[in-house]
């Protein structure tokens, strides 16, 4: 059955598939679009660079009027990643639009793992780390 969720994660797949971003794929899973396998490379210069990290995102057929469930399923030492991989970022949670699309969503965690954000943490152990050892 097509309904106005899978009709508009057919359209981000295929958005993905023909522009994509740097850095960033996912796809939705063989027998279900409402569940898609993602993959960030870390960026340069971080300390992320040269990893491959995966991610699971969850949607529900309320998308895109409700953000979808995105956790890592790489094990994340970050200070906005929670022990059981989930993000705090936010355009997943206050701030989401239906204007963002899953390769937007991608490329916002990839920044994140760029520039941290210590001031909302999920791993307060990490954002001490960070805040003491940020780049100048």
Not at 28 to 39: D, G, T
Not at 83 to 94: F, K, V
Request: proline content about 10%.
């Amino acid at each position: 059955m097509s309904t106005p969720a899978r009709r508009r994660l057919m359209r981000d797949f295929k958005r993905l598939q023909e522009d994509p971003p740097t850095g960033v794929s996912g796809a939705p899973s063989e027998n279900n679009i409402m569940l898609w396998n993602a993959v960030i490379f870390g960026p340069v210069a971080t300390p992320f660079e040269d990893g491959t990290f995966k991610l699971v995102i969850e949607f529900s057929e309320e998308y895109p009027n409700k953000p979808p469930t995105v956790r890592f399923i790489s094990k994340m030492f970050h200070p906005n990643v929670y022990a059981d991989g989930s993000i705090c970022l936010d355009i997943l949670q206050n701030r989401w639009s239906p204007t963002y699309d899953v390769s937007s969503i991608l490329t916002s965690i990839q920044s994140l793992l760029d520039e941290p954000n210590p001031n909302s943490p999920a791993n307060s152990q990490a954002a001490q780390l960070y805040q003491e050892n940020k780049r100048v």
